[in-house]
């Protein structure tokens, strides 16, 4: 990096401005949502938790190893303070968000600009080889100071203490920056921004996992934790016993993966990946032949990463089962107040794995389904409606191999859980109990999939608004119990209404209900669709 | 003969944008049609119109002899077409979306395909996003010349094309004329369109502002006129038809040009014998002189 020039970074500034313009809308909701769930947590819980007394009920539940793997390291447990609340269980949930608003806007504003051929205009102009990357690493700069400071202020206003608040705010910020930097890299490798992305979420996800392993593991986490980006801030102990430098991990991060960025991005052809192109077959298989055939092949790669993930991902949380077990027969009050409703702590345990990974399916559910999106902006819908083919299908070809995806994910989610699970002290049934009780989501999850797919179908441009359905799904899923909501709040979240565990209580009714939700909702996505323009760019 | 496509008084607005503003089109049967106009004139749009890609606010279409909106998808059994933008799958070979193109749009035909990506000179291994422009190009032209059908919707096939390729084109727009189909082609190369059409409609802010054969569209403008003469022509200056006279007197013979109303030409060239030529040299209407004229914006100013 030494070796970068003032004239490396021609035209910085401009592309800079640019960027912010393009992103003028989609930053300040992130921003914004952002900080909201700082604002709402904040002004919530001591409503909900009055008294310290409360507060020490709500610690003892959160001392489990499955609430532990889902929130943090439990710093602060014996004198549960809402700062210490906030950072436990909070905190990680706004981390995440602002990491993925930073891999998206680093992967939007290089490798999507490469791929599409438009950066090859913009080099072709007095601009200097590292302005492109620099001017996203400085709007993911600005995003997330904008971050820090609304989650920082978010805190000061429910009367938390100055410099923890903002050290929490640092730290979320700061998160955020590392996995820009981790994003910097991954869309060095691939030639596809769809693919940098991914790589960026995957690197998410494995961050996640590291702590939610660590986490439990021992109190305040082991070396696994450390491992993870997602767990500095909660190590920086803010509102408890608070040590800064835990966060400088995370500027060390940026540094090296920004540098590493940095040396490949200039020993690189513009818009060429870390592979070279290959050939491939001048006759298509037999399989190409149908819109279904071309659906499979175009997501073919991303379903096979997503099984991959979300099966190394299971296994070690349905591991953590044991614990569960453990936990329980150690101390029976535990089981009681773990659920309001009386269900067996396991299968609570169980049914909170089932909603967790049912909600990363529904997210890939949307992002299947936005494929329809792409698909048409590419030009490619038009060139396949040019031939005999019929909207109808089309359309349902797509939405199918959503449906069967989602479904094969949530099986093999399942099966990672039970197998996590039973190579402990559960028996093997439990293998093929999670793989049905995870199955039992697919009617949520395509109630997502119909919201983005009837979006789709009104007009593409909005398609994305199905975002904000995973969105409250997941908010309220994770944090409904923790703010107390009214029933209702939760409810209206599709995945509220499976209870996975033990099989014999799936609530059938429901979730017949649901399947048809979905499927109206497909049926509006391809009657409008049949009734609408196609879009082209 | 019934027309393969018919347009009267098309009307697409895109929100405030007057995209097609009463449209007229024809395409005979077996018949090769230029579709020519300024950039933005609308000619992709009534394309898509005609694909049933876009829904028209008004006026009547019919593509041999079926809506395009209504009947989509059987009528894309009997017709072919290439966009003016071509973006394959960035994943998929050229030859893996030429099948998937055929096979979509039902019986696909491998010895024919086989022959136009040699004749092409197509390598139909290569991802699609590594191919160049022209042989993006190629590809949408493999999968659309390969299938057996009744029209041939191309917009501005060729714009990618080397000269090599763009004979080979020809040639194969040639045979499919010859095989009874019916072509509509939109392109801004004149000497394609003067090469393969047998009519030509020019469009402007989304109407046909001209149509008909070339030879009619040539009626319509003038013949430009270069002789050496003995004596002063002052006379034809005074004759109706003749324009934009000039004189060249700097070297030892006289010599003028003008340009002529074809209606008028007769009575021009009796006139002219009288004045003494020397050489005569008579410059036909080019295509390129016929649409600057309907291209322009000072179609009014042009007549004076
Ligand atoms: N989806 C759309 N939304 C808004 N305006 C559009 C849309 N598609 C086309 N237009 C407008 O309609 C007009 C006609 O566009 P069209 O693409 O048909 O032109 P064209 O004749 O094909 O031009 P070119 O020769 O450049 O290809 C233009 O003014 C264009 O901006
Ligand atoms: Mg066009």
């Known amino acids: ?141 600005i995003a997330n100071t904008g971050v820090a400071l609304l989650t920082a202020l978010a805190m000061l206003s429910g009367d938390l203490p100055a410099t923890d608040s903002f050290a929490v705010g640092a730290g979320i910020g700061l998160t955020g920056l590392s996995f820009a930097g981790i994003a910097v890299v991954t869309s060095q490798l691939t030639e596809h921004s769809r693919a940098a992305s991914s790589l960026a979420m995957a690197a998410v996800g494995a961050a996640f996992l590291l702590r939610a392993i660590g986490d439990v593991s021992r109190p305040g986490g082991n070396l696994l934790s450390w491992l993870s980006p997602l767990a500095w801030t909660q190590q920086a102990r803010p509102f408890v016993d608070l040590r800064w430098w835990p966060l400088l991990l995370s500027v060390a991060v940026l540094v090296v993966t920004v540098a590493i960025g940095y040396a490949v991005s200039v020993r690189r052809d513009v818009g060429a990946g870390l592979l070279p192109p290959r050939l491939g077959r001048a006759e298509a298989a037999p399989s190409l032949s149908t819109p279904f055939g071309l659906a499979v092949r175009q997501q073919r790669a991303g379903l096979i990463g997503w099984a991959i993930g979300l099966f190394v991902f299971a296994v070690p949380m349905g591991s953590l089962s044991d614990s569960v077990i453990d936990a329980v027969a150690d101390n029976p009050q535990l089981g009681e107040v773990f659920t309001a409703n009386g269900q067996d702590p396991v299968d609570a345990f169980y049914s909170t794995m089932a909603l967790f990974f049912a909600l990363l399916v529904g997210a890939f559910a949307v992002i299947s389904v936005l494929r329809l999106r792409s698909e048409e902006r590419t030009g490619h819908t038009e060139a ?93 899923g994770m944090f409904g119990a923790l703010l107390d909501l009214p029933d209702w709040i939760k409810d209206l979240s599709p995945f509220a209404h499976t209870t996975a565990a033990p099989l014999a209580d799936l609530p059938v009714v429901p979730l017949l209900v649901l399947t048809g939700l979905a499927a109206g909702l497909a049926l509006v996505g391809s009657t409008t669709f049949r009734h609408r323009d196609i879009e082209t760019t | 003969m019934p027309a393969a496509l018919e347009i009267s008084q098309l009307h697409k607005s895109f929100g405030q944008v007057k995209a097609l503003d009463g449209l007229d089109l024809s395409v005979p049967t077996g018949q090769v049609a230029g579709f020519l106009g300024p950039n933005g004139a609308g000619k992709s749009t009534t394309i898509r119109v005609l694909l049933g890609l876009l829904r028209a606010d008004s006026g009547d279409v019919s593509v041999l002899g079926k809506h395009p909106w209504i009947d989509a998808v059987a009528l894309h059994r009997r017709l072919a077409y290439v966009p003016g933008d071509v973006s394959l799958w960035p994943n998929l070979t050229g030859g893996e979306a030429i099948d998937l193109l055929s096979r979509l749009r039902g019986g696909p035909d491998k010895a024919r395909k086989n022959e136009l990506l040699e004749r092409f000179e197509l390598d139909p291994t290569k991802k699609g996003r590594t191919y160049s422009k022209g042989n993006r190009q190629k590809v949408a032209l493999v999968a659309a010349l390969a299938a057996d059908v009744e029209l041939l919707v191309l917009d501005e096939p060729t714009s990618g094309l080397d000269p090599l390729m763009e004979t080979v084109f020809q040639d194969c727009i040639g045979e499919a004329k010859k095989a009874g189909r019916a072509v509509l082609l939109s392109s801004h ?116």
Request: glycine share 8%.
């Open chain 1, 384 to 476: 396949a409606l040019a031939t005999s083919v019929a909207r109808r299908h089309w359309f349902f070809a797509w939405v199918g191999f959503t449906t069967l995806a989602s479904a094969a994910l949530l099986m093999i989610s399942g099966v990672g859980v039970g197998l996590g699970a039973a190579s402990g002290a559960a028996g093997p049934s439990t293998i093929a109990e999670l793989a049905f009780g995870t199955l039992a989501f697919l009617p949520a999850v395509m109630v997502v999939a119909g919201v983005a797919a009837a979006l789709f179908g009104v007009r593409p441009s909005v398609s994305a608004l199905a975002w904000i359905v995973v969105g409250y799904a997941v908010f309220f």
């Open chain 2, 189 to 304: 190369i004149l000497a394609e369109v003067e090469k393969l059409c047998d009519t030509v409609t020019i469009i402007r802010n989304g109407r046909a502002v001209q149509s008909g054969t070339l030879a009619e569209l040539r009626h319509l403008t003038r013949t430009t006129i270069t002789a050496t003469l003995d004596h002063q022509p002052a006379a034809l200056a005074a004759l109706g038809g003749v324009h934009d006279l000039r004189y060249d007197d700097s070297q030892a013979t006289l010599a003028v040009t003008f340009d002529v109303d074809a209606d008028e030409m007769p009575a021009v060239i009796r006139q002219l014998g009288q004045f003494g030529v020397r050489t005569l040299h008579s410059a036909p209407p080019s295509l390129e002189q016929l649409f600057l004229r309907q291209y322009g914006d000072d179609l009014v100013g042009a007549d004076s």
């Open chain 1, 1 to 141: 990096m030494n070796s970068v020039m003032n004239e490396d970074l021609t035209a910085t500034g401009t592309l800079v401005r640019f960027a912010l313009r393009r992103d003028r809308v989609k930053l300040p909701i992130w921003i914004g949502a952002i900080g909201l769930g700082m604002l709402y947590a904040v002004s919530a819980l001591p409503t909900v938790y009055s008294t310290p007394a409360e507060r020490q009920v709500r610690a003892g539940l959160m001392d489990s190893p499955a609430a532990k793997m889902m929130s943090g390291p439990g710093y602060g447990l014996d004198n549960y303070t809402l700062g210490a609340m906030i950072t436990n269980e909070m905190v990680l949930y706004l981390a995440i968000p602002a990491a993925m608003m930073s891999i998206f806007l680093i992967t939007r504003h290089t490798r999507a600009e490469e791929e599409t051929g438009r950066a090859e205009l913009i080099r072709s102009t007095v601009v200097g080889r590292y302005a492109a990357t620099t001017a996203a690493l400085i709007v993911a700069v």
